[in-house]
């Protein structure tokens, strides 16, 4: 045994080390038998500690130096950390923990692909290898799990149906859950069942680790979801886990001064983090304030495939439209479907030009002359002219008819103008900001919340950054709702070349 293990088991955790039972405790074994400092204060306003999260994933009941008011009852829980954040090394601590202190009990890890699940599974057996605890590993680690002497186990899934739904355990931790098909994810959520491991109630927790770079992706919804579904919410940046700065950087020629605010500096040695001023300031100066931002802050999900990464919502998003209307042009967008929605957009133009989209419908399974009825519907004024997708002059093989020949028959007015589809996205983008630093020349109610999430997930191929075609992924619909009104409305700006000759 080393001077950091004991020579007796605990009799409650049958374990070599008393079970830490207060923060304090937690902090100072991770110290003296792993060689471990976690930060345990975040220095992002908002941020929680690397250190929380072990905590929480750790305790099952309030340890003894928190509050009177802690609680323990809700035990799924999110971690939303930056790429290269610890993560995964410390869901693997915390599984470390799990197995050691906990007798008896079932930890599965389940990542985006099963490279993922074996990152997290390689960090646990690099911490076993420890002398100090590979006395407690039951014959020997393989690459698809471990097992302890007091019963503990813990294995690795693959991301299929099969794999996760012939699970039942006591933990679940899923890695980079960004990357995980929705219907594993569903799936993940039924596979816990608690148990009584030595003297501690362990109950069944699903737990979800990654970085958020799609807006209203996966990871996005999680987040958003979390305060309805009782989920504990621990986000940290890179600057919550720097190390300890010293002498030779300067806080005043410093390019972290904005995040950091000195408080690399005030840090103590016990509580550095693991990333080095030198990388972050050298990571920071190769990406984007928006790639910095996203990826590395963990301040808002990464918008880089975005089609309209002009469209903000703090800028574009309004609680009413102007109240003085008189004189405004009102006019209409709409994008075709059946099984898939189909979209009326209700627009209003003012007198300066500018665009406030106040209401939308959004239906799937209607038949056309429900939704006239449903655009001649509502208190706003009707509207003058309905810009729609070109390919709705085309002619049904069973009714002979076309949906914009049937919107002309009920006494719409239909423009369809055809032009490419870059063009009419650039002509949105230029409403959004318009190069020229006037103000925005597009407005969206707070009434239009499918518009709204669908400019922000609306992207092109993160796997083809070549493609010009945007995905359909559902959020297509709204946006060329969208681009069907201002296509009709603006004029792409044609520009005539001569030779230089």
């Not at 972050?280 to 918008?303: C, D, I």
């Amino acid at each position: 045994m080393t001077e950091s293990t004991p020579d007796t088991l605990d009799q409650h955790s049958n374990s070599p080390w008393p079970r830490p039972r207060s923060r304090e405790a937690l902090h100072r074994w991770l110290r003296e038998v792993l060689g471990l400092t976690v930060p345990r204060s975040a220095l992002i306003e908002g941020h929680a500690s690397p250190f929380d999260y072990l905590c929480f994933a750790f305790f099952e009941e309030p340890p003894e130096d928190d509050g009177p008011e802690a609680s323990t009852d809700d035990r799924d829980c999110v971690v939303w950390a930056n790429r290269g954040g610890g993560k995964t090394f410390l869901g693997a601590v915390a599984t470390l923990l799990d197995l050691v202190f906990k007798p008896g009990i079932a930890v599965r890890i389940l990542g985006g692909s099963l490279e993922q699940s074996a990152r997290m599974h390689a960090h646990l057996a690099a911490l076993l290898d420890n002398p100090a605890l590979s006395p407690l590993v039951e014959g020997r680690i393989t690459r698809k799990g471990v097992k302890l002497v007091n019963g503990s186990e813990c294995q690795i899934l693959a991301q299929s149906h099969t794999s996760v739904r012939g699970t039942r355990v006591q933990k679940l931790r899923c890695d980079e859950v960004e990357l995980f098909d929705p219907e594993i994810w569903e799936a993940a959520q039924l596979v816990t069942t608690s148990k009584r491991c030595g003297d501690q109630l362990v109950r069944g927790s699903v737990e979800a680790l990654s970085t958020m770079h799609k807006p209203h992706g996966l990871m996005f919804r999680i987040v958003k979801e979390a305060p309805e579904s009782g989920r504990s919410v621990f986000r940290w940046g890179v600057v919550d886990v720097l190390q300890r700065c010293d002498d030779t950087h300067h806080c005043e020629s410093c390019s972290l001064k904005g995040e950091c605010k000195g408080g690399a500096k005030r840090r103590a040695e016990d509580e550095a983090g693991h990333i080095r001023i030198d990388d972050a300031l050298t990571l920071k100066s190769r990406v984007s304030k928006q790639t910095w931002e996203a990826e590395m802050l963990s301040l808002r999900p990464s918008r880089s495939d975005c089609v309209y990464p002009e469209f903000d919502p703090r800028t574009h998003v309004v609680q009413a439209v102007p109240p003085d209307r008189d004189g405004w042009a009102w006019i209409g967008g709409m994008d075709f479907g059946y099984r898939s929605d189909t979209v009326f957009l209700h627009a209003g133009l003012d007198r300066r030009g500018v665009l406030y989209i106040v209401r939308e419908h959004v239906r799937s399974c209607m038949v056309l002359d429900e939704h006239i009825d449903a655009i001649r519907a509502g208190s706003w004024p009707s509207v003058e002219w309905i810009g729609v997708d070109p390919a709705g002059r085309n002619r049904h093989e069973q009714t002979g008819a076309s949906n914009v020949g049937l919107m002309r028959r009920a006494g719409l007015e239909i423009k369809a103008r055809k032009i490419p589809l870059l063009a009419g996205i650039e002509l949105v983008r230029t409403r959004l900001r318009p190069a020229d630093g006037r103000g925005p020349g597009l407005y969206i109610s707070e009434a239009c919340p499918k518009l709204i999430e669908s400019l922000q997930r609306y992207r092109f191929p993160s796997d083809d950054p070549t493609s010009l075609k945007p995905v359909k992924d559902g959020a297509d619909h709204a946006a060329d709702a969208l681009r069907y009104m201002v296509q009709n409305l603006d004029k792409p700006t044609k520009v005539a070349f001569k030779s230089w000759t």
